[in-house]
C-alpha cells in the first residue's frame, strides 16, 4: 500500500468536501464537514498502521513533475505522521464544537475549516521547497477568513494584525528558499536536509526562515497577535489555532533550520534560549492577572511553546523527543482548554472569569473534565503534559542548567495561573444566578472532551506509541546536529558556541601537555 497515493486521497477528501459545503445549506454543510474529517480521521489511522517503523526515511512517496523542475512531491517521515495524527483528530471536534454556536453562513464556514484541513496537510507531506510555501501560506487565508467573518467584536482588527504578522515573516523565508534553490540546484526537501550549505550564508537563511518561523510558535516579543486571534476566533477557531497552527512553526524549525543550517543552528541557540526564558517567565506572569479566560489560556500557549524552542536547540535526543511531545500534547490539551471555555461560552456569553463561580455544583462533570485538562496543562503525572516538559527539561538541562531552571519555573508559574483560573470558575460561590442554572455537559459535548482526554491519557502512561515511530527520524536529525553540537553553559553564554569536534581536540591537546 505504500504506492498508493494515500496522502493526496486525504487531501482531496476534505477538498471535495469543501467544495460540496459552499454549495449546500446549513443542515447539509455540517453533516458533509463531519463526514469528511471523519473519513480523513480513518485514513490517518490507517496511515499510522501501515508506517514501518523500522523503514525508510521517507515513506508514502509521491512524485509527479509538473513544469520546470516543480513537482507535486509529497512524503512523510514518523515527525509529519504524527503531527497528520493531530490534525486528523483535532478537525471532527472543531466541528463539533461549531454544531450548534455558528449560524450564519454555515456552508461557507464550514468550507474554510476543511480548506485548513487541505492547507495543513499539505505543510506537513510536502517534500518541494515552493511547495511547503504555497501551503504554508495559504494557510492564512482560511484561518483570516475564519477569524474575520465569524470572529468577536474586534475580529477585523484581529484578522488583520495575524494576517500581517505571519505574511511579512515569510517575505524573507521566500528569498531565502530562491537562493537555496539556485545554490543546491534543487528544490527537494530530503536532498537540501543533507546538503552543505556555505557556513557564512547559513547565518542569514538561518534568521530569514527564524523571521517566519518565530512568528508561528509564536516566539516573544512577536507573539502579540496571538492573543487577540485566540480571544476573537470562535471556538473551533482557537482549537484549530493551537492545536495545529501553531505546530507549524515547530515543525519549521525541525525540517529546516535545524538540519540545513546546523552551524547557524549553533551559533543562534543562544538567541532562542534568552527569548525562550523571557517568554516562559513574561508571559506566565501575564496570564495569571488576566480576566478573559481565552486570553489566560492564549498566553500559557505561548509559555508551552517556549518550552518547545529550547527543547529543539538543546541539541541532543531527550530535547528533541521531548519537544516534539510537548507539540503533541500541547494541541490536545490547548485544543481541550479552549473548548472548554466555548462550552460555557456558549451558555452565558461571556468569557470573563468573575462572571462564573461554583460551575462544580451544577456542572459537575464539566467540571470533573476540565479539571483533568487544567492538571494536564501544569505537567500532572499519568497525563501528556508531564512527559513532554520532563524529556524538554532533561534535555535542555544537558545543554544549560540555567536556561533549565529558568524554563522550569514555568511549571511552577503555570500551576499558578492555571489552578487560580479552575478555583474560580469551579470552586466557590455562586455568585450570578445565570451561571449557577447552566445545564451540565449534553451527549455532543461529553463525547468531544472524553475524545481528547483519552489520548492525553493514552500519551501520559504509554508515550512509547507516539516516540517510536519518530525516534528513528530524531536520531537521524540529532547525527546531522552533532557536527555543530554547542557544549555547555560559557560558550552559550558567551553567545559564541563551539562544535563538540573542536572541544575533542582541545582536551586531546591538554592530556598532551
Known amino acids: 500500500m505504500t504506492s498508493f497515493p494515500i496522502l493526496s486521497l486525504m487531501m482531496l477528501v476534505p477538498l471535495v468536501g469543501a467544495l ?3 454549495f449546500s445549506d446549513a443542515k447539509m454543510a455540517r453533516t458533509i464537514a ?3 474529517t471523519l473519513v480523513d480521521l480513518l485514513l490517518g489511522l490507517f496511515l499510522w498502521s501501515a508506517y ?3 523503514g525508510a526515511q521517507w515513506q508514502f512517496v509521491e512524485k509527479v513533475p509538473l513544469f520546470s523542475g516543480f513537482s507535486w512531491a509529497l512524503g512523510i517521515d514518523g515527525i509529519a505522521l504524527m503531527l497528520i495524527e493531530l490534525t486528523v483528530f483535532l478537525m471532527p471536534v472543531c466541528i463539533g ?3 450548534l454556536s455558528v449560524e450564519k453562513r454555515v456552508g461557507e464556514y464550514m468550507a474554510a475549516f476543511l480548506m485548513m ?3 495543513i496537510m499539505g505543510v506537513f507531506t510536502a517534500q518541494d521547497l515552493f511547495l511547503f510555501y504555497i501551503f504554508f501560506e495559504a494557510g492564512l487565508i482560511p484561518m483570516y477568513l475564519i477569524i474575520g467573518i465569524w470572529g468577536g467584536a474586534d475580529r477585523i482588527y484581529a484578522s488583520y494584525k495575524f494576517f500581517l504578522y505571519t505574511l511579512l515573516g515569510s517575505v524573507l523565508m521566500l528569498i531565502a528558499m530562491l537562493w537555496m534553490a539556485n545554490e543546491a540546484g534543487t528544490t527537494d526537501v530530503p536532498t537540501l536536509m543533507a546538503y552543505n550549505f556555505p557556513v557564512a550564508a547559513q547565518k542569514w537563511l538561518w534568521l530569514a526562515f527564524f523571521a517566519s518561523f518565530a512568528v508561528k510558535m509564536p516566539m516573544w516579543p512577536v507573539h502579540t497577535w496571538l492573543p487577540d486571534a485566540h480571544v476573537q476566533a470562535p471556538t473551533a477557531g482557537s482549537v484549530l489555532l493551537a492545536g495545529v497552527l501553531l505546530k507549524m512553526g515547530g515543525y519549521g524549525f525541525i525540517r529546516f533550520s535545524l538540519p540545513m543550517f546546523p552551524e547557524a543552528s549553533a551559533d543562534f541557540a543562544w538567541l532562542i534560549f534568552v527569548l525562550s526564558m523571557v517568554a516562559v517567565v513574561a508571559t506566565s506572569l501575564i496570564a495569571l492577572v488576566q480576566n478573559d479566560m481565552k486570553k489566560l489560556i492564549a498566553y500559557s500557549s505561548v509559555a508551552h511553546m517556549a518550552i518547545v524552542t529550547v527543547g529543539l536547540f538543546a541539541f541532543n535526543v531527550q530535547g528533541l523527543e521531548g519537544s516534539m511531545i510537548v507539540m503533541l500534547s500541547h494541541g490536545l490539551v490547548s485544543g481541550a482548554l479552549f473548548l472548554s471555555v466555548g462550552i460555557i461560552y456558549d451558555r452565558l456569553h461571556t468569557r470573563e472569569i468573575d462572571r462564573y463561580g461554583g460551575l462544580s455544583i451544577n456542572m459537575p462533570k464539566y467540571a470533573l473534565f476540565f479539571l483533568f485538562f487544567t492538571m494536564a496543562s501544569i505537567g500532572l503525572p499519568a497525563t501528556s503534559g508531564f512527559v513532554g516538559e520532563f524529556l524538554s527539561l532533561s534535555g535542555i538541562y544537558q545543554m544549560s542548567s540555567w536556561v533549565a531552571f529558568v524554563c522550569g519555573t514555568g511549571v511552577i508559574l503555570g500551576a ?3 489552578l487560580y483560573l479552575y478555583r474560580r470558575v469551579a470552586f466557590g460561590d455562586q455568585k450570578n444566578a445565570d451561571a449557577a442554572a447552566m445545564p451540565d455537559l449534553d451527549l455532543r459535548e461529553l463525547a468531544m472532551v472524553v475524545a481528547l482526554a483519552l489520548p492525553v491519557l493514552w500519551m501520559g502512561i504509554y508515550p512509547e506509541s507516539f516516540l517510536a515511530p519518530m525516534r528513528k527520524d530524531i536520531a537521524a536529525l540529532d ?11 560559557a560558550r552559550l553564554t558567551a553567545g559564541k558556541p563551539k562544535p563538540a569536534a573542536a572541544d575533542h581536540t582541545e582536551h586531546a591537546a591538554e592530556g598532551a601537555h
Open 97 to 99: 464544537a461549531s454544531w
Open 416 to 418: 499558578g495561573y492555571m
Open 52 to 54: 514501518d517503523v523500522g
Open 20 to 22: 460540496a459545503c459552499l
Open 479 to 489: 547525527a546531522r546536529l552533532a557536527q555543530a553540537r554547542p557544549q555547555g553553559d
Open 34 to 36: 463531519l463526514a469528511a
Open 117 to 119: 484541513e487541505v492547507l
